[in-house]
């Protein structure tokens, strides 16, 4: 579910991740060719079996809030809009399309402990749907250090139905803002077939790191995100009568004043 972050090694490159994509959606079409429905953007799409899945938006995200070629997690940057990259990355990345396990995405979770999710995602929203097929599953999110890391909260049932139609599955990572530093969380699913005699459907499991701000960093670095952006809303509009620099500044200094 941190797929995103895990597609690519540090130095982090744009290109080089949207490469990665191009590749998956070819693998995914040379894969399970007899699964996959060509949406009219040639993107394969999830239709009457079970599918699990991360939308764009969740992928745009996490590409906006990583942090600039050179530099590492330590020093969390604000999301930077890139409306360019929209066409560039699919519309799902899929963990399981159509019944079928994607293995290079599932690949690239496996080794995710080495690239942290961002700071500042704190939620993780994905997708999926049992299609026709009647699907019980079990689910659990631990924290493997709650010094830093609460234990990740979900908005559905530990166990149950998967419903037949699109839902979501929401994953909220909290930082206990003691400390800060990398802290690892571990991920297991188990969704099982009403007949059993039926495919197997592989257990999920894997070990995932977000990097955590202490309470002081992480207000700090709200404050100089929302003045980033409203000095840059000021720009935008002709309404800024002083440098950005000098806007920031200010801003930050009224801000920590009134809260």
């Not at 941190?2 to 959606?25: E, G, I, K, M």
């Not at 604000?78 to 990259?85: I, K, N, Q, W």
């Not at 929209?86 to 979770?109: A, D, R, S, T």
Request: glycine fraction near 4%; proline fraction near 7%; charged fraction near 20%.
């Amino acid at each position: 579910m941190t797929w995103c972050r895990q597609l690519h090694h540090h130095p982090f490159s744009v290109p080089s991740f949207l490469l990665l994509l191009q590749v998956l959606v070819e693998s995914w079409r040379l894969l399970v060719p007899s699964a996959i429905q060509s949406s009219h953007l040639g993107f394969p799409v999830a239709s009457a079996q079970l599918s699990l899945w991360a939308d764009r938006s969740l992928l745009m995200h996490i590409i906006e809030s990583l942090p600039t070629k050179g530099k590492s997690l330590t020093h969390p940057r604000c999301p930077r809009r890139r409306p360019d990259l929209q066409k560039q990355i699919p519309p799902q990345l899929f963990l399981v399309l159509n019944g079928l396990l994607v293995p290079e995405v599932y690949e690239h979770i496996l080794h995710g402990v080495h690239n942290p999710i961002p700071p500042q995602i704190e939620i993780i929203r994905v997708k999926w749907k049992a299609g026709l097929e009647r699907l019980s599953y079990n689910i659990s999110v631990t924290s493997l250090n709650r010094t830093l890391l609460h234990n990740p909260l979900l908005n559905v049932a530990f166990s149950g139905q998967i419903p037949a139609m699109e839902s979501d599955v929401q994953i909220t990572l909290a930082c206990t803002g003691k400390l800060s530093g990398f802290a690892s969380f571990e991920l297991r699913l188990d969704i099982r077939r009403e007949f059993e005699a039926l495919r197997k459907i592989p257990h999920l499991e894997f070990v995932a790191q977000k990097y955590c701000l202490t309470y002081k960093q992480s207000k700090w670095f709200q404050i100089k995100c929302y003045c980033r952006a409203h000095c840059q809303q000021l720009a935008a509009r002709g309404r800024l009568k002083m440098s950005r620099k000098k806007c920031n500044r200010q801003c930050r200094h009224y801000v920590r004043l009134h809260t």
